[in-house]
T-cell receptor
């Protein structure tokens, strides 16, 4: 069965520092990959997605993610975080476009002033 | 504007009562999903539907029921058989380009 692992439950970075959130998936073929962000008490907002092609994808709010097939990873990055980036981040995979979406358990990002 | 709407935002029910959470989308999406979110558990899939009049159980379907009579609507009923129904419930819809989520319903059973 396919699965998604986000190894870090909490991450704390200083405002202005760079950020990398890790995501690993378990699936034989290349799935469709997503990153979402959730503010407290809100729904999830799509940050970016990877279907095929260029392995470095750009998203909203200055985020990017890189797909690495050899490592089965899809890590999310941002060069310089802002206090408003404090939220929970979810990685998700879909086996194909008609299949169910599987989420990781999330990483909560804390920002130090 | 197109979007996905969940109602109500907050819901309180007495133990033993069934309750129905509403989810409506006007995005013309084929697939719709219900997730349950508990602290530290991430999102767990309850039910999903890829087409009208058809739906599949997710990982934690016990104690829940759904219907998909219209493409736009995918209501979730939390029945009295659900042992621990207090949670945050999220509805989503998708069509090839990733899922779009509603703002969630926080259900509290007292």
């Amino acid at each position: 069965a396919q699965s998604v692992t986000q190894p870090d439950i909490h991450i704390t970075v200083s405002e202005g520092a760079s950020l990398e959130l890790r995501c690993n998936y378990s699936y034989g073929a290349t799935p469709y990959l997503f990153w979402y962000v959730q503010s407290p008490g809100q729904g999830l907002q799509l940050l970016l997605k990877y279907f095929s092609g260029d392995t470095l994808v750009q998203g909203i709010k200055g985020f990017e993610a890189e797909f690495k097939r050899s490592q089965s990873s899809f890590n999310l990055r941002k060069p310089s975080v802002h206090w408003s980036d404090a939220a929970e981040y979810f990685c998700a995979v879909v086996r194909n476009r008609d299949d169910k979406i599987i989420f990781g358990k999330g990483t909560r990002l804390h920002i130090l002033p | 504007d197109g979007g996905i709407t969940q109602s109500p935002k907050y819901l309180f029910r007495k133990e033993g009562q069934n309750v129905t959470l509403s989810c409506e989308q006007n995005l013309n999406h084929d697939a719709m999903y219900w997730y349950r979110q508990d602290p530290g558990q991430g999102l767990r899939l309850i039910y999903y539907s890829q087409i009208v009049n058809d739906f599949q159980k997710g990982d934690i379907a016990e104690g829940y029921s759904v219907s998909r009579e219209k493409k736009e609507s995918f209501p979730l009923t939390v029945t009295s058989a659900q042992k621990n129904p207090t949670a945050f419930y999220l509805c989503a819809s998708s069509k090839n380009s990733g899922a779009f989520f509603g703002q969630g319903t926080r259900l509290t059973v007292v």
